[in-house]
């Protein structure tokens, strides 16, 4: 089991690390060090969402939670935080992670995604050498851990039946799976060639609280809300394996303390739906929890064009997390949605605040009254 120490979290400002550094501060077992957040406050990094965690653990006799704003893609800054915060242990979050956004503009995902990832690895790499080994050695500690946070979608479109597993080749089919895809590939390659103790997950969709509603179900939540129509790609039958983000980030622990270094695992939900499904269960808990109409509610589904490349379905098989490391799901999808619902019915400042300045103009740009 690993003793992890000083933790830097890239992209904690965003939706899974944000909820990631909730979980270690207040409900992971075996740790009591620092967290130290880096993250550049794109439009999908909102600092309002640990401003009571900064208020709780940045302001302690010893302080367990630092910000840090800044580029990953920046060595410089990078290799300024491993030296002034002693980095034992990097979990690398920070990706452009949006489909439709890296269909129309897919040079950010390459600069964040690629050359972010290889400039976080290379700093860990020499800030990590074995000070007991010779310069020419250049050895790497194996008190340390950097480990990569991937998706599913680097494998490809499953058919009706069948599963991903940590074997199945890669074949992206969009911007973003393709950046993340090599993202992997680097992470890896820096553990093979360099010694360098890497794990790598890659999970289904997360949803629940502090997710930007540029993805399906806190987009269906707010439309619904606020009267929009409810735009659904293609006919609707698309399928994704949905995880509650708290579930992911508990197997993300679950890896980072006792995972074998140089291997991958894959944390899905194993729970499949289909994106009408999906949207038509949603219908039913807003229209129960707020009064609304559900006739009219769902009179709103509008289906749309299908976006390029659409990966048909989604599927992962976990059982390695499962035998080896012992994670299971603890979060029904009745429960998970439910949470997720409440918690976006009793946050309307925090939607406020990321419904504002360049996500807004993106959204106006590219959806129009879809967003």
Known sequence: MRILKNILVTGGAGFIGCNFIRFLLEKADGFSGRIINLDVLTYAGNRMSLADIEAKY???????????QGDICDRAFVESL??????????????????????????AFIKTNVMGTFTSLD?????????SSSPEGGSIRQDVLFHHISTDEVYGSLGE??????????????????????????????????????????CSNNYGPYQFPEKLIPLMILNMLEGKPLPVYGDGKNI???????????????????????????????NE?????????????????????????RGAITYVKDRPGHDRRYAIDCSKIKRELGWKQTVSFEEGLART???????????????????????????????
């Open 58 to 68: 940045g302001s302690m006799a010893q302080v367990r939670y630092f910000f840090e």
């Open 273 to 297: 739906w289909e994106n009408i499904k999906l949207v038509n269960v949603l219908v039913d808990i807003v229209s129960a929890k707020t009064k609304l109409d559900t006739a009219k509610i």
């Open 341 to 371: 619902v409440d918690w976006y019915l009793a946050n309307p400042q925090w939607i406020e605040s990321i419904r504002s300045g360049e996500y807004r103009r993106w959204i106006e740009k590219n959806y129009g009254e879809r967003g």
């Open 240 to 270: 994704r394996d949905w995880l509650y983000v708290e579930d992911h980030n508990a197997a993300v622990w679950a890896v980072m303390r006792n995972g074998t270094t140089g291997e991958t695992y894959n944390i899905g939900g194993e």
């Open 82 to 107: 491993f030296k002034k915060y002693d980095i034992d242990t990097v979990v690398h979050f920070a990706a452009e992670s949006h489909v439709d956004r890296s269909i129309l503009g897919p040079e």
């Open 123 to 131: 700093v860990a790499r020499n800030a990590w050498k074995d000070s």
């Open 161 to 202: 039946t069948g599963y991903f597993t940590e074997s199945t080749p890669y074949d992206p089919r969009s911007p973003y799976s393709a950046s993340k895809a090599g993202s992997d590939h680097l992470a890896m390659a820096y553990s093979h060639t360099y010694g360098l103790p890497v794990t790598l997950s890659n």
